[in-house]
């Protein structure tokens, strides 16, 4: 945490805020048989799940003009780590490269300036536990760690915790709604982490896939059965969700 927030500093103040002010609702999924294009439908979610449970709208006591202002800060912390690596390539190519390219934060060169970690390791400088530490530096917006973390979500309140989690289940977990999901969606990028950091469910365009993928995720973790997600769980959530996203609106609204 010293060197993350020595690194941060030479950037700007969102990483540090990011460190002590920010907090996030992560769920870990299972990787699967198929682990690189779960990933990759996890990757193409993560603007909708931002904009459905946007919850951060205020800092310092004041308007940001954001919906979720945690995932505002996560958009200006640092490019070479962050967001959605490499929408056009596979998978492990798209990771390994943004890996390669981000930034090695535990260490300078002689002039006391940070390099990629790429560049260290093109002069031979680099061990594997090197790499494997650099690895957990990286905070993309689903994370591969054995498991696949999604980062992308607000902290909310315990009652819409239980709401992500049956809609990520289904959406993931269910083929039949992991197939709908997939024709509906195109690949994420950066304008859309943007446009649901800034507006959410304001952006009608993403309000319109959202709504579409909670009917998708709750037809999907009905498919599942008792013994994935209670039927009380999913009438919960699915009360919820008639509340805020069917609604137009995310918990930032209601702040």
């Not at 992560?26 to 979610?45: H, K």
Request: aromatic share 8%.
């Amino acid at each position: 945490y010293v060197a993350m927030t020595r690194y941060f500093e030479t950037i700007g103040p969102s990483g540090v805020r990011m460190m002590r002010q920010t907090a996030a609702t992560q769920i870990s999924v299972d990787p699967g048989p198929r682990p690189e294009e779960r990933w990759r439908l996890l990757c193409d979610l993560a603007p909708y799940l931002t904009a459905i449970f946007a919850n951060s709208p205020r800092y310092a006591g004041s308007d940001t003009g954001d919906r979720s202002f945690r995932a505002r800060c996560w958009r200006s912390l640092d490019p070479s780590r962050t967001g959605i690596p490499h929408p056009e390539s596979p998978a492990v190519e798209a990771y390994t490269r943004f890996a390669l390219e981000a930034v090695d934060m535990t260490r300078t060169d002689a002039g006391g300036a940070y390099r990629t970690f790429g560049e260290w390791a093109s002069n031979d400088d680099a061990t594997e536990d090197q790499w494997e530490n650099h690895l957990t530096t990286l905070f993309p917006e689903i994370r591969p760690r054995g498991h696949l973390e999604l980062r992308c979500i607000d902290a909310v309140d315990p009652d819409l915790v239980g709401a992500a989690l049956v809609l990520v289940a289904g959406l993931v977990y269910d083929p039949t709604a992991t197939r709908e999901a997939r024709a509906l969606m195109g690949p994420a990028d950066e304008e859309m982490l943007n446009r649901a950091a800034h507006c959410a469910l304001r952006d009608k365009v993403l309000l319109s896939g959202c709504q579409a993928l909670v009917e998708i995720g709750l037809r999907g973790a009905r498919a599942l059965g008792e013994r994935i997600i209670e039927g009380a769980e999913l009438e919960r959530a699915a009360a919820l969700f008639g509340r805020w996203t069917g609604q137009g609106r995310s918990p930032a609204d209601a702040r």
